[in-house]
């Protein structure tokens, strides 16, 4: 059984552009949640989906979306990268009717 | 305000030592705590989780620790060994909503 996956595993891209990226959860979870990690920091919750919809948000601008398709699997939009969105981008999935989140590997992204 | 709150930020022990790690939390309503370890760019895997009823869990090497009267917890590494060098992160969850609290994590380098 595949654990959390996530790509891509790195990412450099320029002030001003739009990213995205991708998770799949582990069979049998149908919540993903998304967190940024800043280096040196703990991660910082961006949002959570179920049922293809945001559940909760966190503290972060409208340039950070999302989306929940029906098999799960989810992805982070970010728009007008800024310099401070350089960091590591986790999803976390869980469980259908538990509350344990089981993290990926993470996506580093770097914005020159 | 929600908050989790980790020391030392940083340590460096021996292989084979001992080392303790402390956590104090203002989570409210508290649902659990949980300990993660974290390799340099990668994702946090969960070592313990621990509900307000529980005093004490262990995970081979790791034991946790929970005062939910002081709201205090320590996770307690016997033995260490090389790659138990990572980031260490307390986690409070809240009930109800099952959010994420994370703290910014204790650095540990163990040297041969």
């Known amino acids: 059984d595949a654990g959390v996956t996530q790509s891509p595993t790195h990412l450099i891209k320029t002030r001003g552009q739009q990213v995205t990226l991708r998770c799949s959860p582990k069979?049998?979870?149908?919540?993903v949640s998304w967190y940024q990690q800043a280096l040196g920091q703990g991660p910082q919750f961006i949002f959570q989906?179920?049922?293809?919809?945001?559940?909760q948000r966190g503290n972060f601008p409208d340039r950070f979306s999302g989306h929940q398709f029906p098999n799960y699997s989810s992805e982070l939009n970010v728009n007008a990268l800024l310099l401070g969105d350089s960091a590591l981008y986790l999803c976390?999935?869980?469980?259908?009717?538990?509350?344990?989140?089981?993290f990926g590997p993470g996506t580093r992204l770097t914005v020159t | 305000k929600n908050q989790v709150e980790q020391s030392p930020q940083s340590l460096i022990i021996l292989e084979g030592k001992n080392c303790t790690l402390q956590?104090?939390?203002?989570?409210?309503?508290?649902?659990?705590l949980r300990w993660y370890k974290q390799d340099t760019g990668r994702g946090p895997v969960s070592l313990t989780i621990?509900?307000?009823?529980?005093n004490t869990k262990s995970n081979g090497r790791y034991t946790a620790t929970l005062d939910a009267d002081t709201k205090q917890s320590s996770l307690h590494i016997t033995a260490s060994q090389l790659s138990d060098s990572a980031s260490y992160i307390c986690?409070?969850?809240?009930?109800?909503?099952?959010?994420?609290?994370f703290g910014t994590g204790t650095r540990l380098k163990v040297l041969a």
């Open positions: 976390a999935s869980t469980p259908q009717g538990r509350s344990e989140q089981y």
């Open positions: 069979s049998g979870h149908d919540t």
């Open positions: 989906y179920y049922e293809e919809e945001e559940r």
């Open positions: 956590c104090n939390y203002t989570v409210s309503p508290f649902s659990n």
């Open positions: 621990m509900t307000f009823s529980e």
């Open positions: 986690v409070a969850t809240t009930s109800g909503t099952y959010k994420y609290i």
